[in-house]
Structures are given as structure tokens and as C-alpha cells.
């Protein structure tokens, strides 16, 4: 019996090392598509890319990344409209939010380093979503963590060097490319070997000459020596930033590693992973959920009082809105990880499992509830002290739980697409934050209630 054991096994293997053979060898005979107009592009994301250096050398670098937020997104377009590529009608959506984030930067921010960041990630997310490389039927689905790996590192990456082959025309005809190639490189630079020994010759002459020409001559010189090592560095730095962003671009057009990360295989992780007995996580969350109802009897005295606008006698405005403000806030972000693990490494899969259906329900209203006491203790504390950037930030973030978790508990009953929704939903708001002034619509907030 062993040895019949052994024998699959040594098959199943030999099975499985032969596919993985064949994937390599059609990985290495799978051609290059290269013509004129990937040529015309790659060139254009030279220039892309740094222009992306050149952000940070800018006097004003929130400008600099508005202005490039506009160039990239019409050369992205025009690359796949060049290409015949449509994109999804969703991905129009997220160039919305791209645009939204990212030209408003000129003018006002209240969050720079995270728009910064926010502005980064859905550049990449859209370009991935427009070039049709997204995993669920060119939406933004349950899938949108892989789609977002993909965007941010798989495709990029696995394309990095595409960029490189197109521009220096590597395709399947690869040995008469390179003919080609040297055929018109080498004259060009013969041509260059023997202008230099001239010119050397030449300039001083001509310098001497007349000395208009001799000034502009030394100008320049100063001028190179004094920004050539700069500029040797800048587009040094540039050459990876252009590799990259070419390599998601031109990945995304020709489904190129587009499929490393495979819904089949991201399933069966799943499936692995439910290895905790049912009893014990149902367990778990009614023993959580009891704790936190402890919480609100003892509290309710003054805890649901800011509802009415009612401060306690014992509070002032400021400590009766901080006092565990921030401590529930950051509850309600435990009771997401809470409610996403739960489902994640349970037994048996929700669909399935009534009581876990029920415990989603009981910590998702309980959230719920903890919710609604912070945003109406912060409302009070905003009516006394007027609004600030971080009370609005804080605001909008836990507006954000509020709809995620009252949309949990409709998920237990019906089915819709929960991520998708909340994540098109915090991209909006997040949006908002960026496109409204929020500075002015503050002073103006302010300046009315303060008469």
C-alpha cells in the first residue's frame, strides 16, 4: 500500500513539475508586442517619469503633483484609446476620485502626507482598473485587496523591464531588430565621435572671434558645470520611476502578469485558513459582545445624554467629549478586524452558520450604537467650540463605520456586494475631503455660530 502511495506521489509530482515546465518555457516564447506606438509612449514616459522627479525639486511640490496628476492621467488615456483598449465604464468613476484627489492639491490640503499617499494609490488602482487588469469583471469587488497588490507591486514589477525591450525594439524578430537598431545607432554615434574632436577645436576659435559668442559660450559652460551632476542624478532617479510606471501601463494593456495572483488560489487560501471550531469563535463574540453591553448599562447614565445635547454637571464641554472619545473610535476599528477574522477563519462559512450570522448582527448593532454615542459627543463638542481640521477628519472617518457596519447587519440578510460599496463609498468622502476647501467652509462654520 505505501508503495503504491509512493508511486501517486512520485506521479502527481512529476505531473505538477512538467506543468510548472510548461509555464516557464511559454513564459520565455511568449513575444514582446512591440510597435511604433508603444515605441512613441515608452519615449513619453521617459518624459513621465522625470517629470515625476522634477515634483520634488519644485519650489511649490503641491502644484507640481496636481499639474502631473492631469499629464498622467491624458497620457494613460491616450496610450490605451492609441491601442485600441476601451476602459470599463467603472474606471471612469475612479479617475474621478484621482482627478479629485490630486487637483485640488494646488490650492488647499488639510492632510498632505496622506492625499500624497491616497493620490499614489488610486493613480495606480486606476490605471490597472482602466486597462481592464482588475480580477472581478473589471469591477471593484471582494477581490479589491488583490487588485490593489497587483496595481501597487505584482504588475509593475513583473513588467519592469518592458519598457527597456520596447524602447530598444526587442520583439519577435529579435535578431533583425537589434540589425536594425545598430544599423542606425552606430553612424549616429561614429557621427558624434568625430564632431567632438572639432568642436573642441572650433569653440575657442569661434569664442575668440566674436565675443558675444564667446560669453554665451562660457555661460553656458558655468551653467553645465554647475547642474550637470543634478541633472545626472535626477535622471538617474527617474529611469526606475519610468520603468515602473511603464511596466503597469503596458502590463495592464496586454495582460501581461496581470494573472499572477489567482481567484482560484486566493479561494483555496481561504478555505485553509478555516481552522477555528465554530463554538469556540461564537464564543468569543458573545463573550465580547456582553462585555460591551456591560459598558453601555454602566454608562448610560451620561453616555446617550450628548443625544439630547445634555453635557453631565460634572463634565465640562471638552472633557465630556474626549473622555473615551478616542478609545471608542478605536473600539470600533477592533470590532472590524473582530467581524472580518471571524468570518475569515471560522469553520464553517457564513452562509452556512446561523449562530455566526447572529453574532454579526449582535457586535455589528452594538458597534453601531458605540458609534453614534462618539459622532453625537463630538456634534456637542463642535456646537460649544466650533469646528476644527481633525474634529471634521474624525467625523467623516466615523460617518464611514457608521455606514459599514448598518450595512453588515443588512448583509446578514441579504446579499449585495458589501466591499465594493464601502469601498467606492470611503473613496467618495475621502474625495470630498480633498475637493471641498475645508479651511474656508471652517472660518466661514465659525465665524457664523460665533454670532
Known amino acids: 500500500m505505501e508503495e503504491q502511495n509512493a508511486i501517486v506521489d512520485r506521479e502527481l509530482s512529476g ?14 516564447r511568449q513575444p514582446l508586442k512591440v510597435d511604433g506606438r508603444d515605441k512613441i509612449f515608452a519615449c513619453i514616459y521617459l518624459a ?14 503641491f502644484q507640481n503633483f496636481a499639474i502631473f496628476t492631469a499629464v498622467y492621467t491624458i497620457v494613460v488615456m491616450a496610450y490605451l484609446y492609441v491601442r485600441g483598449k476601451r476602459p470599463p465604464k467603472e474606471s471612469y468613476f475612479w479617475m474621478v476620485m484621482l482627478l479629485g484627489i490630486g487637483i485640488p492639491y494646488a490650492w488647499w490640503s488639510i492632510m498632505p502626507l496622506l492625499q500624497m499617499l491616497a493620490l499614489i494609490f488610486v493613480a495606480a488602482y486606476w490605471t490597472l482598473a482602466a486597462s481592464g487588469g482588475l480580477m472581478g469583471k473589471q469591477k471593484t469587488s471582494q477581490w479589491v485587496v488583490c487588485d490593489s497588490l497587483n496595481a501597487l507591486f505584482v504588475v509593475p514589477f513583473s513588467n519592469f523591464v518592458c519598457h527597456v525591450k520596447v524602447l530598444f525594439g526587442e520583439t519577435e524578430r529579435r535578431e533583425d531588430t537589434k540589425k536594425s537598431l545598430a544599423a542606425k545607432i552606430l553612424p549616429i554615434g561614429l557621427g558624434i565621435c568625430i564632431a567632438i574632436p572639432i568642436l573642441i577645436i572650433a569653440l575657442p576659435l569661434l569664442a575668440s572671434a566674436d565675443p558675444m559668442f564667446g560669453k554665451m559660450i562660457m555661460n553656458s559652460s558655468f551653467y553645465i558645470r554647475e547642474n550637470l551632476t543634478i541633472y545626472i542624478i535626477q535622471i538617474i532617479l527617474s529611469l526606475p520611476v519610468t520603468a515602473y510606471l511603464f511596466g503597469l501601463i503596458y502590463g ?62 460634572e463634565f465640562t464641554y471638552s472633557q465630556y467629549a474626549r473622555q473615551g472619545f478616542f478609545e471608542l473610535c478605536d473600539i470600533a476599528v477592533l470590532n472590524l478586524g473582530v467581524l472580518l477574522g471571524t468570518n475569515l477563519f471560522t469553520r464553517t462559512e457564513r452562509v452556512k452558520n446561523v449562530w455566526l450570522r447572529r453574532g454579526n448582527v449582535l457586535l455589528s448593532v452594538l458597534t453601531f450604537l458605540i458609534i453614534t454615542t462618539a459622532i453625537s459627543k463630538m456634534m456637542l463638542y463642535i456646537n460649544a467650540y466650533g469646528l476644527t481640521n481633525k474634529r471634521i477628519l474624525t467625523m467623516v472617518f466615523m460617518i464611514w463605520m457608521l455606514l459599514v457596519f448598518g450595512m453588515m447587519i443588512v448583509w446578514q440578510y441579504k446579499v449585495f456586494p458589501i466591499v465594493r460599496i464601502s469601498a467606492m463609498v470611503g473613496a467618495v468622502l475621502f474625495t470630498l475631503l480633498c475637493v471641498v476647501p475645508i479651511d474656508y467652509c471652517i472660518h466661514a462654520f465659525n465665524f457664523y455660530f460665533s454670532y
Open 252 to 313: 495592464g494593456i496586454y495582460s501581461r502578469n496581470t494573472d499572477k495572483i489567482k481567484e482560484e488560489n486566493v479561494r483555496a487560501a481561504g478555505r485553509n485558513v478555516r481552522v477555528i471550531p465554530d463554538s469556540a469563535l461564537h464564543t468569543a463574540v458573545l463573550v465580547v459582545s456582553a462585555v460591551y453591553l456591560l459598558f453601555i448599562v454602566l454608562q448610560g447614565r451620561y453616555l446617550f445624554s450628548a443625544f439630547a445635547g445634555i453635557r453631565p454637571e
Open 48 to 61: 513621465l517619469g522625470y517629470g515625476f522627479i522634477q515634483i520634488f525639486r519644485g519650489v511649490d511640490i
Open 15 to 28: 505531473v505538477n513539475n512538467s506543468k510548472l515546465v510548461e509555464e516557464i518555457q511559454e513564459e520565455k
